[in-house]
Nanobody, 126 residues
């Protein structure tokens, strides 16, 4: 089992940057793909970015490609989401999730993720 806890959210102006962290506990973190999702008020939760269990492959939604970077440190059991050039439409609660399958591939489907954090609020002011 894996527990994940997000941190690093906050209020930032348009064009600013934030780095989210997702600290995981549990022995299987390094063998699970990890993903970031977000949910804006009144909207469904959407895929943001994913990283393979080894860290060698990443995938991004079109809306954040070129602005956000996902990375992981398997020694620290932590996944990061570096967010640059933030826009008001990036305002949402950001969730970290651990993949359902060990050594599985990337997925944009939240059903492929088993363990979720409580989320961290990111607010971008215009």
């Amino acid at each position: 089992q894996v527990q994940v806890v997000e941190s690093g959210g906050g209020l930032v102006q348009t064009g600013g940057s934030l780095r989210l962290s997702c600290a995981a506990s549990g022995g299987t973190f390094s063998t699970r793909g990890m993903g970031w999702f977000r949910q804006a008020p009144g909207k469904d939760r959407d895929f943001v970015a994913a990283i393979s269990w080894g860290g060698g492959t990443t995938y991004y939604s079109d809306s954040v490609k070129g602005r956000f970077t996902i990375s992981r440190d398997n020694y620290k059991n932590t996944v990061y989401l570096q967010m640059n050039s933030l826009k008001p439409e990036d305002t949402a609660v950001y969730y970290c999730a651990a993949g359902r399958r060990l050594r599985g591939g990337l997925s944009v489907d939240e059903d492929e993720y088993e363990y979720w954090g409580q989320g961290t609020q990111v607010t971008v002011s215009s």
